[in-house]
């Protein structure tokens, strides 16, 4: 079983609909939560950060960690076409040497 | 703020050659650079971490010889495929952490490397 799932998709949906990209994990010692989007043939841009449970919001984008059930989420209200992209999850735990696991990556293509 | 630029961004070599990828903070300093390798439909795998003045750490399966890690100052970390060959062909990414390990990596734009 791999540390952290991540549906590859893709998922399609028209513009301006809400987005819902999701991760599960399985290390409970995970407390640092990021979303990376990633364009084609780029490397990947840092989204949201946040640290343990809650929710976070920054314009379009909230992120959510609900580190009972090992599940955090990325939402996109009003999605755009320069949204399509693949969707990274990440995390790590406490400790200076503690790795990033990163999820497979989810495609997005958002339909005019 | 935290950019990371990486060079080139492409490039193509001959087989049995050496390519060079320079990964640069631009606006921060960075003790610690990773660099990772991306196939395609595949997430990242982590290839070393690059600690400022001292030896990379290699991941299992990496080779040290091949893959030449160089973290010379707070800005730079270099990647040097040696003796390259067909099969090292792929999309290497370098990404930086501010001081506080508890900060979030911030990546280069990548550069894919093809070998002939």
């Known amino acids: 079983q791999k540390e952290v799932e991540q549906d590859p998709g893709p998922l399609s949906v028209p513009e301006g609909a809400i987005v819902s990209l999701n991760c599960t994990y399985s290390?409970?010692?995970?407390?640092?939560f990021m979303w990376y989007r990633q364009y084609s043939r780029k490397g990947p841009e840092l989204l949201m950060y946040?640290?343990?449970?809650g929710n976070k919001e920054d314009g379009r984008f909230t992120a959510q960690v609900d580190k009972s059930s090992k599940y955090i989420s990325l939402f996109i209200r009003d999605s755009q076409p320069s949204d399509s992209a693949t969707y990274l999850c990440a995390m790590k735990g406490t400790g200076g040497y503690q790795k990033v696991t990163f999820g497979t990556g989810t495609k997005l293509q958002v339909i005019p | 703020g935290a950019v990371v630029s990486q060079h080139p961004s492409r490039v193509i070599c001959k087989s049995g050659t050496s390519v060079k990828i320079e990964c640069r903070s631009l606006d921060f300093q960075a003790t610690t650079m990773f660099w990772y390798r991306q196939f395609p439909k595949q997430s990242l795998m982590l290839m070393a971490t690059s600690n400022e003045g001292s030896k990379a750490t290699y991941e299992q399966g990496v080779e040290k010889d091949k893959f030449l890690i160089n973290h010379a100052s707070l800005t730079l970390s270099t990647l040097t495929v040696t003796s390259a060959h067909p099969e090292d062909s792929s999309f290497y990414i370098c990404?930086?952490?501010?001081?506080?390990?508890?900060?979030?990596?911030?990546f280069g734009n990548g550069t894919r490397l093809t070998v002939t």
């Open positions: 990404s930086a952490r501010e001081a506080a390990f508890h900060s979030p990596l911030h």
């Open positions: 946040t640290y343990s449970s």
């Open positions: 290390n409970s010692a995970f407390q640092y």
